[in-house]
């Protein structure tokens, strides 16, 4: 698979009053060409930070202080403004989270979609427009001639939405980013929203970084998964290996966290605990203080990625060989019998 | 990888204290205890409140004692340019115009700002101004928010026609500048201390009650209101209790800003001879007088006009600073 | 809209009749009248009060009264004789409407200007020399600063004219002595909406666009801050008013400012309701202007107007 986006060694402070936050500890993922790579995560973790750095647009107080984001062989993180300005809405395009928000209430919405188009080519407000009304065709809205001067207000959370996606496709970018597209919406939207993105994606063949922290949602979308945690990736691996042979404690408190048809249990499972505060990260595994299969060794070094498939890693001590052996969590126990049954001996998809 | 040397001790399991997870690092501030130590970071507003203690203790300390008596005037000293002491210091030695305008006065003569027009010390006149004037602003302040508050609680809270009935007063009395309302009632009332008092008091009081209005309005539909209310609180119980603190930064705030509205008003309608009358001192009559002499002892506007701009200057500084303090999100 | 419009005016109308009805019982109340001169005889007296109707009772007064000003007619000037109080404002309105005008003018787009730079360079030295500028705006009494700019800019260095009004060269050190309040008002009113659009949502998309900074506020910041900016103009018409009485005086602008505050000491009982009248009148029709305005330029409220 040829890959697309390279980021290595990541890592990102920010400056508050409070002291130094250190945001993204040496992350390292990878998005490969035409997949849809899911990033899940709480609330802090890191995911929204990582994916503004793959555009330039971090927030003023926030540096990063090592690594390297490859793209087309050129590093982003040491792109001038000049070039980030050409990439973005160009060959990196975001959608956002909240619809009711992103768009400018005083200007109609047949300018805003044809903005890129003005931006990064020559050509006349006419034809954009033309082109704004061929994509808003494509992501759903109806009579969308018609529609061209209305205004954002006169559509549902939905239709905004997709006015959203028709915004940052326009331009056919390479990476589409979409940075928790479905979380203010309603279930009911939400799953139209995902069919168009999977659409869309097909439609002008980009790549998709996919960020949220429902992993029912990545059921639906994502080829690959990676886990973040505290500012680090903690797993990642093939949407069915996270699914059905996580070796990650804090996976396996997301997947009990998420209630299935199958879910014996009559009380709503959450990981205890908050997220440790990144000023001044703890010792070992930032995980270790809520994690009820900690190791000695969890509180002194920071676990390594241990391999579990070619395509599949996990950063716990709990899979170096001296570790014991733990009893899962039933869901988790479940989960991996699924694996043995389906999975395991058919191998893999490459 | 996983280094070999590692020792197996290192693979015990350990069980975490899962309350240690829960615990908070930081000690929990109160709302009020959070807001003061965000005024205590911005340096402008805590200068500005120290001008104000200082000018405030200044003001209480001159009822007692002042350099001379600011209403007995001495012919003998009209119109004498500052001086400090026997000391040379330019703007402050006594000459005008190159004029040595103290000749013959006696060794121990000197006024640090100078006479006036009657031979007043300007120190001690300035002295006794920014206290009639401060208390002038802070007494029709105090009107202000009394009045204010209670109309804009009734309003927000009682609502519906009652709100509606007050809403359009408001509307009509603020049809008219508030100080040409002002002016009208010193017209029918005599001039004084008292009347000046009221007129600024009574059109003063708008604002905060659209303010207030509108935030009773706000909390009245919040969640915790409903909350108490089903726990059986009742109406007056509930405004006390519930609504006053989550109004009270938007008063206070709010009185800042009124004050040196109420300091302008008393100085200008000193200003233009419907105020004080003479021969008191206050900030505007000193300010009139001042201007009439601008032209040939500019130091009688100046002076007194660098007081009251301080004035006006630190309460608007120290307000900026209570709104920002009490409302981090209005972001600075 | 023409019913919201209509419904207005009406309010208009009751509140005009409401502050003349009230400004002419408070006038009957003040004691005295010019006529309190012991130099005058007797049935001179007399004669005055009857050739101003004084001598009828109160109710019919306010009858005529009110019926005059139905047609425009304030009744006469106590000060001066023979002059009707309406000629004397129509006369005199003129150069406080310019005054007035070209001070929200300038106050309104230097500020506009001031607190859009101090929000884009937020928290740098630009920021914090507009914004000390703005408050300096508002604590500085507009009486004293006319005062320092007639001494300094007109008497001392003789570059503009001292007083009176001859022409454009003598509006200008009026024209920013009346300004300061509403540039200050505005600068800051302008920042604090400028920089919260500029941490919305939609100027975070229109960045991921490939926008520039400076496109993003030229083509979507200026916009959404400038709409609120409506809503301070009716406080700020009564800013100009207030000061207009300060500023006319100082430079003895043959205003209604400077009216207005001779009518005072003269006891000119009709010129004094008549201006008051003058003056409500402008500021509602301010404040109707402003919410039409407001109503139109906004496109939400205005597609929801037609919608329903």
């Keep these: 698979m040829e890959r697309i986006l390279d980021v290595k060694n990541l890592e990102i402070d920010f400056k508050t009053y409070a002291g130094t936050v250190h945001a993204i500890r ?29 555009m330039g647009l971090l ?150 970084i996919f960020i949220t922290h429902d992993l029912g949602v990545v059921a639906g979308i994502a080829d690959r998964v990676a886990v973040m945690y505290a500012g680090k990736i903690i797993e990642y691996g093939q949407v069915d290996e996270i699914f059905y042979n996580a070796q990650h404690p804090y996976t396996w408190g997301l997947l009990e966290a998420m209630p299935t048809l199958e879910t014996k249990s009559d009380r709503l499972y959450a990981i205890p605990g908050t997220p440790p505060n990144l000023i001044d990260p703890p010792v070992g595994d930032a995980f270790a203080a809520r994690n009820e299969f900690a190791l000695a060794i969890d509180l002194q070094q920071e676990p390594p990625f241990f391999q579990v498939s070619p395509t599949h890693a996990a950063a716990t001590w709990l899979l170096d060989p001296q570790a014991p052996k733990v009893t899962l969590p039933p869901e988790i126990q479940r989960r991996h019998q699924v694996w043995e049954e389906k999975f395991a001996n058919k191998g893999v998809n490459a | 990888m996983a280094d070999a040397k590692l020792s197996p001790d290192l693979f015990k399991r350990v069980t975490v204290d899962s309350t240690e997870k829960e615990k908070i690092t930081t000690p929990a501030l109160t709302f ?161 201390m008292t009347s000046i008092i009221l007129a600024i008091g009574l059109t003063g009081w708008i604002t905060m009650a659209r303010l207030i209005r509108a935030q009773t309005l706000q909390l009245r539909d919040q969640e915790f209101i409903l909350a108490a209310k089903t726990v059986g609180e009742t109406g007056p119980k509930i405004a006390w209790r519930h609504l006053v603190p989550n109004l009270s930064s938007i008063i206070i705030i709010q009185t800042m800003f009124t004050i040196p509205t109420a300091i302008f008003f008393e100085a200008f309608l000193s200003y233009i001879g419907i105020g004080l009358p003479a021969p008191t001192a206050s900030l505007g009559t000193l300010l009139s007088d001042g201007q009439k002499a601008l032209q040939t002892q500019p130091y009688q506007l100046i002076y007194p006009a660098i007081v009251i701009v301080v004035l006006m200057l630190a309460f608007n500084l120290l307000a900026d600073g209570l709104r920002d303090a009490f409302d981090p999100k209005s972001q600075r | 809209m023409i019913k919201y419009i209509l419904k207005r005016v009406g309010y208009l109308i009751l509140t005009l009749f409401l502050v003349a009805s009230i400004t002419f019982f408070l006038m009957k109340l003040l004691p005295g009248t010019p006529f309190n001169n012991p130099k005058l005889p007797p049935d001179q007296i007399v004669a005055l009060k009857a050739q101003y109707g004084l001598d009828k009772p109160v109710w019919q007064q306010y009858l005529s009264y009110m019926l005059g000003l139905l047609h425009g ?236």
């Design chain 1, 26 to 54: 040496n992350v390292d993922f990878h998005l490969n060409k035409g997949e849809t790579l899911a990033i899940v995560g709480e609330s802090g973790s890191g995911k929204s930070v990582t994916v503004r750095t793959l």
């Design chain 2, 32 to 192: 009020t205890q959070d807001a003061m130590r965000r005024l205590r970071q911005n340096k402008v507003a805590v200068v500005s409140l120290w001008i104000i203690i200082i000018i405030a203790i200044i003001s209480i300390v001159t009822i007692f004692i002042t350099p001379a008596d600011p209403n007995k005037g001495n012919l003998a000293y009209t119109n004498l340019p500052p001086k400090i002491a026997n000391w040379n210091i330019p703007g402050f030695n006594g000459y005008q115009d190159g004029i040595n305008k103290y000749a013959g006065l006696g060794k121990n003569v000197w006024f640090l700002l100078g006479t006036d027009y009657l031979g007043r010390d300007l120190l001690s006149r300035i002295f006794v101004g920014t206290r009639v004037s401060l208390i002038i602003a802070l007494v029709a302040t105090l009107f202000d928010l009394t009045i204010g508050v209670s109309y804009g609680i009734i309003s927000g809270w009682i609502g519906g026609r009652v709100d509606t009935v007050m809403q359009r007063i408001i509307e009509i009395v603020s049809s008219v500048p508030n100080l040409v309302v002002a002016i009208l009632m010193l017209l029918v009332f005599k001039p004084g």
């Design chain 3, 73 to 308: 007619d304030m009744g006469m000037s106590f000060q001066f004789s023979g002059q009707s109080v309406s000629y004397l404002i129509m006369s005199r309105i003129g150069p406080s409407l310019q005054l007035g005008l070209q001070a929200m003018i300038l106050g309104t787009l230097l500020g506009i200007l001031l607190g859009a730079v101090a929000a884009i360079r937020k928290n740098t030295w630009v920021d914090s020399v507009a914004t000390i500028f703005a408050i300096l705006g508002r604590s500085i009494p507009n009486f004293v600063f006319a005062a320092l700019l007639q001494f300094f800019l007109a008497y001392k260095l003789r570059l503009f004219p001292i007083a009176l009004w001859d022409g454009f060269s003598s509006s200008i050190l009026p024209t920013i002595a009346l300004a300061m309040a509403p540039l200050a008002n505005t600068a800051r009113f302008m920042r604090t909406e400028m920089v919260d659009v500029l941490n919305s949502d939609y100027i975070e998309l229109a960045r991921s666009k490939g926008e520039t900074r400076w496109q993003t506020v030229a083509n979507h910041a200026l916009r959404n801050s400038m709409i609120p900016i409506v809503t301070i103009i009716g406080p700020m018409a009564v800013d100009l008013m207030v000061g207009s009485l300060v500023v006319e005086n100082v430079f003895a602008i043959p205003g209604i400012g400077e009216q207005f505050v001779k009518s005072i000491t003269t006891n000119d009982y009709p010129v004094i309701m008549g201006l008051t009248i003058m003056y409500s009148f402008m500021l509602t029709v301010v404040i109707l202007i402003v919410d039409i305005l407001y109503g139109i330029i906004d496109p939400r409220i205005r597609l929801n107007e037609e919608a329903n």
């Design chain 1, 59 to 208: 927030a003023s107080n926030a540096k990063v202080v090592g690594g390297t984001v490859d793209f087309e062989g050129k590093d982003i993180v040491k792109m001038s403004e000049k070039e980030l300005t050409n990439l973005r809405g160009n060959d990196i395009a975001m959608i956002f989270q909240d619809p009711m928000t992103s768009l400018d209430p005083t200007m109609t919405i047949g300018k805003q979609v044809a903005e890129p188009l003005r931006l990064h080519t020559k050509i006349s407000e006419k034809a954009a427009l033309a082109e704004a009304v061929r994509v808003l065709e494509l992501v759903g809205i109806t009579n969308a001639k018609a529609r061209l001067k209305d205004y954002p207000h006169q559509f549902s959370g939905g239709q905004r939405q997709r006015i959203v996606i028709a915004i940052a496709i326009i331009n056919n970018p390479k990476i589409l980013i979409a940075d928790e597209p479905t979380t203010a919406l309603d279930v009911t939207i939400q799953a139209q929203i995902l069919e168009l993105l999977k659409e869309v994606q097909e439609k002008i063949d980009t790549s998709i």
